[in-house]
């Protein structure tokens, strides 16, 4: 199943209010493991960035003076999104902001039956505590340390290593095996094994074992590893 993993940054919290999109970054996964495939752009706001919006991502008025305009992005962003599920942190406030973009242009707003809300999942499975995504790299052991500042693109990657541990597909991952041996004892079996359809030809010639044969005949009677194996 192909899910896109997605993630935004803005000028500031309400698009109600005139805040606008400033980043999108998408990271396509395809039956829960990363593809490699991404959709990152920066976008003109056409206004001003606060002051505060700067502080979490650094993306300046100035910066972002000549990169397109949403309108100029949208077909490549739509297409690259297609019909498949979209994985997002808090995607109440990504989504609100997509959608308040897609309005101005007079396109369809995406459909919030669509979302897969991470932070949803993370209360569910840790309730009581943190859920923020620096908190869940954390817990999850996943490396975030190039995250000085918020980034589109970065926080879709590290959340697409996020939700993989969060619905726990990581470890059904690891099991390679398409044949079972069940020897189960006390209600214990075997962890599946992957089997090669055809053996590894040997790697050791008869000319290698002539040779290994005449190297042994070069030594003493009593070599010293008898010592060890009881010769």
Avoid at 134 to 148: E, F, K, P, Q, V
């Amino acid at each position: 199943m192909r899910e896109i993993v997605l993630d935004t940054e803005t000028t500031g919290l309400d698009p109600l209010r005139g805040d606008r999109l400033v980043e999108i970054g998408c990271v396509e996964i395809f039956n829960r493991m990363p593809t490699g495939q991404t959709f990152h752009r920066h976008i003109n706001p056409e206004r001003d960035m606060p002051a505060e919006a700067f502080a979490v991502h650094g993306l300046s008025s100035e910066f972002l003076a000549d990169k397109p305009l949403f309108a100029q992005v949208v077909e490549e962003f739509l297409e690259f999104i297609a019909d498949a599920p979209l994985v997002i942190h808090n995607a109440s406030f990504d989504i609100g902001f997509i959608n308040a973009e897609l309005d101005r242009i007079k396109r369809v707003p995406i459909a919030r039956e669509r979302l897969v809300d991470t932070l949803l999942l993370a209360r569910r499975k840790h309730p009581g505590v943190s859920n923020r995504l620096d908190d869940l790299c954390s817990r999850y052991a996943i490396d975030n340390s190039r995250r000085t500042k918020h980034g589109a693109l970065l926080d879709a990657e590290l959340l697409a290593e996020v939700y993989i541990d969060l619905i726990g597909a990581r470890q059904s991952q690891l099991i390679l095996a398409s044949d079972v041996r069940d020897t189960r004892i006390g209600g214990y079996g075997e962890m599946p094994r992957r089997q090669r359809e055809l053996p590894l030809a040997p790697r050791i010639t008869e000319e290698d074992r002539a040779e290994h044969r005449a190297f042994v005949a070069t030594l003493s009677d009593k070599p010293i590893w008898n010592d060890f194996l009881g010769g």
